[in-house]
């Protein structure tokens, strides 16, 4: 069972930005697409970004698509989101999830997808 452990989040004023990180334990990282996603409160959890095995292929929502980037680096073991132009609605706690391998990435933004979940952290966007 791999863990993830996410940081970075916290208040910051519409128009600004936060850099999201996760941290996976074990030494198999680098074989799985990792995803970002994100619940706000009375919300469904929703999909935010994802990223390919090698970080070659991103997918993200429109809702987040030109504002944020998601990255990874396979020799930490750690998968990123930069977030700009905060706004508001992107308000909720920020979860990273392992994809299940063997999976079509075309599907991505499934929750029924990934089979790990970090604990979140919160980001709040103050207008």
């Known amino acids: 069972q791999v863990q993830l452990v996410e940081s970075g989040g916290g208040l910051v004023q519409a128009g600004g930005s936060l850099r999201l990180s996760c941290a996976a334990s074990g030494r198999t990282f680098s074989s799985y697409t990792m995803g970002w996603f994100r619940q706000a409160p009375g919300k469904e959890r929703e999909a935010v970004a994802a990223i390919g095995r090698s970080g070659g292929n991103t997918y993200y929502a429109d809702s987040v698509k030109g504002r944020f980037t998601v990255s990874r680096d396979n020799a930490k073991n750690t998968v990123y989101l930069q977030m700009n132009r905060l706004k508001p609605e992107d308000t909720a706690v920020y979860y990273c999830?392992?994809?299940?391998?063997?999976?079509?990435?075309?599907?991505?933004?499934?929750?029924?997808?990934?089979?790990?979940w970090g604990q979140g952290t919160q980001v709040t966007v103050s207008s």
């Open positions: 999830a392992r994809r299940l391998p063997g999976l079509y990435d075309s599907f991505w933004y499934r929750k029924d997808g990934y089979d790990n």
